[in-house]
């Protein structure tokens, strides 16, 4: 069975400091993951994902995130926090195992960055 | 380039009565489509998923029904709105297949009254 665990439901920041947003993940199959970052009222935007390929993954925005497979870990990292980074990130696991490519999300966590 | 429409964006409805909200896709062919909800402090749970033309599965049992009348077009309606329908309503789409990302609409804020 597959599912994601988001570690933490709000992590603060401060602005020019670097930002770990955890996630660990149980899959039955080679998953996939994804993570996605919605701002207030907007729809999900996919800031990277990994597939596979490079274990570490570089996305949008600056963020990159890390697929350990012995720890079962897709931790999303950025150097240097902006304020614009303020949001709530999905961590995100798709389905291998099926055609459907079916998702299954982590509660999410929300990033307060301060000035 | 691909595109995904959603519409309405807000909509605040009276308990009993009927809801369409629309979503379409530019730029592919036969893709996968999803509706999922989020409400408040919870996370995005699947509604419903079609992978062609008047396939449509659902994955919880509730107030609320989809269509696909055409292969980029994806509704999702209610005859009568319960309170509980209140929340974040998201499409989505991706190209067929396994590992194939999904992307998401802007979303629509329903609130029933």
């Known amino acids: 069975a597959q599912s994601v665990t988001q570690l933490d439901s709000h992590v603060s920041v401060s602005e020019g400091t670097p930002v770990l947003l955890r996630c660990n993940y149980s899959s039955s199959y080679s998953p996939s993951l994804f993570w996605y970052v919605q701002h207030p009222n907007k729809g999900l935007q996919l800031l990277l994902k990994y597939t596979s390929a490079a274990t570490l993954v570089k996305g949008i925005n600056g963020f990159e995130a890390e ?33 459907l490519g079916r998702l299954y999300f982590g509660r999410g966590t929300q990033l307060t960055v301060w000035p | 380039s691909q595109t995904i429409h959603q519409w309405p964006a807000t909509l605040v409805q009276p308990v009993g009565s009927p809801l369409s909200l629309e979503c379409t896709v530019e730029g592919t062919s036969n893709p996968n489509l999803y509706w999922y909800r989020q409400a408040a402090g919870r996370g995005l749970q699947l509604l419903f998923y079609s992978v062609g033309i008047g396939q449509i599965s659902s994955e919880v049992p509730q107030n609320l029904s989809a269509s696909r ?29 396994a590992r194939n990302t999904i992307y998401f609409g802007e979303g629509s804020w329903l609130t029933v009254v």
């Open chain 2, 69 to 97: 009348p055409q292969d980029r077009q994806f509704i999702l309606s209610s005859k009568k709105l319960l309170l509980s329908d209140s929340g974040f309503y998201l499409c989505a789409w991706s190209n067929s297949g």
């Open chain 1, 67 to 99: 697929f350990k497979k012995s720890e079962t870990s897709f931790h999303l990292t950025k150097p240097s926090a902006h304020m614009s980074d303020a949001a709530e990130y999905f961590c995100v696991v798709s389905d291998g195992g099926s055609t």
